[in-house]
Each structure stands twice: as structure tokens, then as C-alpha cells.
């Protein structure tokens, strides 16, 4: 399995950079969000490092190398493009994508990173929570199995580091750092979405999931068993962050580029598209920075090849009421900031809230997303071009649907061994690799991820917020005309109903005693009951 690499502080080298030192890594879902983070971190924190082999495939008429070159022009690596200008040189990106047989690799690399590779990083997954089982299982599952069976082969294998997620056994109140059983033996799953029918796996497919919440969860807890049935082999660590959100310290802060999670409903609210969200306000959102969470992966890769483990070593990459923040202090210091920063082009002034009523959440949806979206595409069909907003609100919707699974309920996540990380660390690898979650100051987080999502999700120039403040000025005003309009209606329509209100509120009081004569067993009852009366006296 490879010489055992010393883990002492000499000569002013630290720990983990010395570890890496003259390795060469293997990183799956290195062009992801994480993935970026991870093999930026690696290349800048650990200089010496020989070579980063990044599993790629083609996409969208782009060869592997234009993707690899398209990588390295990412923001993210603008602090490592300025230190090391050569970096790019120890990024090698190798064909292959882990949806095929034997990962697509062509017999030479399969052999280069057999003989060179020594650390695997795994973090490709198919994040999307509404995805059709089949395609969860054979990206997730039958993917993480492929990536396995490449790391048996390997002839130095030190560290094998699978990148899991936190809520993968979340039909568990109080989840440990321990494995847990899957609710089905993951190699009979990966035998049935083979063969079976596209519409009979539909049909069972709630059968299977259980009191998990979507086949992203389900097909991340098949893989974890997966996993677990390797660590014999190698040594393996499984990393279980929970919602992972942009970068907090660096090497940019308040970079993310995707719109997943809680990106997503920042755009959308800011826009003034989401205007209601089913949530409890008072529960805590367990949120990871993306940086804490790579550092935390790159320092399990060293303890786990320190230690070799027989039985793989499990990490909660979670908040876990450290540094606790609810959903409604999220929320708060989120409109605080979109309304000092923004969003250009905004449809609505972003007023919306959170309820913790789903019957009032549904109400809202109903008047406040969809009425005003049919209301958008009448006027965009009378003026002659293709409606969009009902398309875009029922997207939406099906987002949040998804996610308010995690907004309304609320874990307990052990994560002793995450704390634990740092005790073992040199006084410059802890600061190097910062994995304190209690250190972030949550509001200035907030504030980064706002402009963050602004400026490298959305693309919009610092420039542009002049003009986004006055565009939300007048919005501000028009939403508040259109809720006065809106009670003055209400207001006029009572009133010009109300002589029919008083004039039916007589008719029932009159009614009464006419009903009362008419059911028989209401008119015998008080003779019989005064005759009783009478008897008993």
C-alpha cells in the first residue's frame, strides 16, 4: 500500500504540505463547486505537490483540454494565477466521466494513475434532489463503485477520501459519526435499475426510498454501504458536509457559481420571483462555508493515511450548533443586504417571507407567485411574443418543494471527529487549514455571499448597483401602491356587498325560529324536558 509517510513537523515544513509532497492526487467532480475549492486549495497549500489528474469528460463540443483550460481561467484561482504562475502545469486532465464502464479510460491512463496516484479525492455526484432514480443510482452509486474499483488497483493508495453528504440517513433524529446500514443491499439496487423498465422503477420507487426524501439521499446511502465494504482494502475516509455554501476566507471570499440550494433561493428572492418559502424560522440551518469543508477533506486524507484505519473514518462536516444560525437570522441579514446590494433587472420588490403555516405558505404561492405569473404571460401574449413566467414559477416551485423538506425539520449532527481534525494539526497547518466554524461572523458571511452570488453567479459588475438601487426604489413604491390598491379593493367590494351581507344576515336570524318549527324532535324536546321538570319536583 506504499510506504508510510512520516507526519512530523522538520525543518519549518509543515505537516500536511509535506505530505503531499511529490504526490500525485486523483480528484473526480474537480470542475464542480467543491471540486474547484479543493484542487485550488491543494495547489497553492501544498506547492510541492507532483500532480492533480482530473477525471474529465467532454461537454457541450469541448474536448477535455479546452475544459481543463476553461478550469484554470475560473476566479477562484485568480490568488494561486498570481503566487504561482505555473501552476496549470501539475493539472492533468484525463478523459473519462464515471457514468461509463471502467470510468472511460483508455488502458494507458488507467495504468498512469495506477502507478502514480497515491491520494483520490471523490467528489463527483449528481447533486439534483428530483432526478429519476435510475440516473441517481448509476451516476452516485454505480459511479462510486467504478472509482473504487480503480482505487483497488492502485498500487500506492494512501488515502481514499469519499465525499458523502450529511442528510443521507436523515430518516435518523440524531446522526453520528458512525456507518449506517442501507435500507437495501446497494448491489442488488445496481443489478435492478439495470434491467428493469423505466416505468415499473418509477412506480416503486417510493417503495424503495423509504422515509428518505428524494433519490439523491437514497442513492448517497446505497453508496456510503458501497463504500464501507472497501475499507478493508485501503484506507478511507467518508466526509458528510451538510449545506454546503460559498467560500467564506479564501482564497475569494463570497465566490460560488452555481445556483443550487441556498444560491438559488438568494437569486430568486432577490429577483422578487420567490416570495413565500415554508420554513421554520426558529430552527437552525446548518450551513458548512465551502472552504472550512475542503480544508476538512484535505486534512482527513492526511490523518487517514497517518492512521490507516481498518474501518473507515467518519467525519460530519456540519455546523452542528457550534456557531448556531436559524433560518429566520438567515433570511433577516439576507434582506438587509439585497436591499444595500441589488439584484439588476429585479421583477418584483423581494418582500418575501418565510411561513411556518403550510396551509398560509399555499395561500401565498397561489396570490403572490402564481396569479401574478399568469397575469406577466397575458401581457406578454398581447404583445405578441412566448409567455415564460408560469414555466419559470412551476420550476421554482418544484425547487422548493425539494428543499423545504430541510427548512421544516431539524437534525442533531455529532461532529466530534471534525473538532477533533485540528487538535492534530501543527500551529501553522491549523491556521493554514482553518476548520473552526464557530470563527465566522455570520452577518459579513451573508454580506460576501450576497455580493459573491452577484458578481460570479449572476455576472453582474459592481458598477451596476447604482442603477439596481434605483430600480429598487421604484419597485419598493410600486409594490407598496399595488398593496394599498389591493386593500382598497377588498375594502370596496365588502362595502358594496354589504347590504346583501345585512340583508342575508337577516334573513338567517328570521330563519331560525322557522327551522326550529320545522324538525319535529326540536319542538317535542322542551315539552318533554318541562315535563320531566315537573315529575322530578
Not at 420 to 433: M, P, Q, V, W, Y
Request: with cysteine; hydrophobic share 40%; charged share 25%.
Amino acid at each position: 500500500m506504499g510506504e508510510q509517510r512520516e507526519v512530523t513537523d522538520e525543518g519549518g515544513v509543515t505537516d500536511i504540505p509535506k505530505f503531499f509532497k511529490g504526490r500525485c492526487v486523483f480528484v473526480t467532480g474537480g470542475t464542480g463547486f467543491m471540486g474547484k475549492v479543493l484542487v485550488e486549495k491543494l495547489l497553492r497549500a501544498c506547492p510541492d505537490v507532483a500532480a492533480v489528474y482530473l477525471l474529465m469528460r467532454p461537454k457541450r463540443g469541448n474536448d477535455i483540454r479546452a475544459r481543463r483550460d476553461e478550469l484554470v481561467r475560473s476566479p477562484v484561482f485568480d490568488r494561486l494565477r498570481n503566487e504561482s504562475p505555473g501552476f496549470a502545469s501539475k493539472l492533468v486532465a484525463v478523459r473519462g466521466d464515471v457514468a461509463s464502464e471502467g470510468l472511460g479510460l483508455t488502458r494507458e491512463d488507467r495504468a498512469q494513475l495506477e502507478q502514480k496516484v497515491s491520494v483520490v479525492f471523490h467528489c463527483a455526484a449528481n447533486v439534483r434532489f428530483d432526478q429519476k432514480l435510475k440516473n441517481a443510482v448509476r451516476f452516485n452509486t454505480m459511479g462510486t463503485r467504478r472509482v473504487l474499483q480503480l482505487a483497488e488497483d492502485i498500487k500506492q493508495l494512501d488515502a481514499f477520501v469519499h465525499v458523502s453528504t450529511a442528510y443521507c440517513h436523515c430518516d435518523q433524529p440524531v446522526l453520528e459519526e458512525v456507518p449506517y446500514p442501507a435500507p437495501t443491499d446497494p448491489h442488488n439496487i445496481l443489478q435492478l435499475v439495470d434491467w428493469m423498465d423505466d416505468d415499473t422503477l418509477d412506480s416503486i420507487t417510493p417503495k424503495l426510498v423509504g422515509n428518505l426524501p428524494n433519490t439523491y439521499a437514497y442513492s448517497k446511502n446505497l453508496t456510503e454501504q458501497l463504500v464501507l465494504s472497501y475499507s478493508s482494502k485501503f484506507p478511507i475516509a467518508i466526509a458528510r458536509p451538510s449545506i454546503v455554501t460559498g467560500i467564506w476566507k479564501e482564497p475569494l471570499p463570497g465566490w460560488v457559481e452555481n445556483l443550487n440550494g441556498p444560491t438559488g433561493l438568494l437569486v430568486g428572492a432577490g429577483k422578487g420571483v420567490i416570495r413565500s418559502m415554508h420554513c421554520r424560522a426558529e430552527y437552525n440551518a446548518d450551513v458548512m462555508p465551502c472552504d472550512i469543508a475542503i480544508n476538512a477533506l484535505i486534512i482527513l486524507a492526511w490523518k487517514v493515511a497517518a492512521l490507516r484505519p481498518k474501518k473507515p473514518f467518519i467525519c460530519n462536516l456540519t455546523e452542528s450548533g457550534d456557531n448556531p444560525i436559524t433560518w429566520g437570522n438567515i433570511l433577516d441579514s439576507g434582506r438587509k443586504h439585497l436591499y444595500d446590494n441589488p439584484l439588476s433587472d429585479a421583477i418584483w420588490f423581494p418582500d418575501g417571507s418565510i411561513k411556518s403555516s403550510w396551509i398560509m405558505h399555499t395561500f401565498c404561492v397561489i396570490f403572490f407567485h402564481f396569479l401574478p405569473a399568469y397575469f406577466i404571460d397575458f401581457l406578454v401574449t398581447l404583445c405578441g411574443k412566448k409567455p415564460f413566467m408560469v414555466k419559470i414559477q412551476r420550476r421554482i416551485q418544484g425547487g422548493l418543494d425539494v428543499l423545504q423538506y430541510y427548512t421544516t425539520k431539524q437534525w442533531v449532527f455529532k461532529n466530534d471527529n471534525l473538532k477533533a481534525l485540528a487538535g492534530a494539526l501543527t500551529d501553522k497547518d491549523r491556521e493554514s487549514f482553518y476548520t473552526d466554524v464557530r470563527m465566522v461572523e455570520w452577518d459579513g458571511y451573508i454580506k460576501n455571499f450576497v455580493l459573491g452570488t452577484r458578481h460570479y453567479c449572476l455576472k453582474e459588475d459592481p458598477a451596476t448597483l447604482p442603477k439596481a438601487r434605483r430600480h429598487l426604489r421604484r419597485l419598493y413604491w410600486v409594490d407598496r401602491a399595488m398593496g394599498i390598491l389591493f386593500y382598497v379593493l377588498v375594502l370596496w367590494t365588502l362595502l358594496g356587498w354589504s347590504d346583501h351581507i345585512l340583508a342575508w344576515s337577516r334573513t338567517t336570524i328570521n330563519a331560525v325560529p322557522q327551522i326550529f318549527n320545522m324538525v319535529p324532535i326540536l319542538r317535542v324536546l322542551p315539552e318533554a324536558m318541562g315535563s320531566e321538570q315537573g315529575t322530578n319536583s
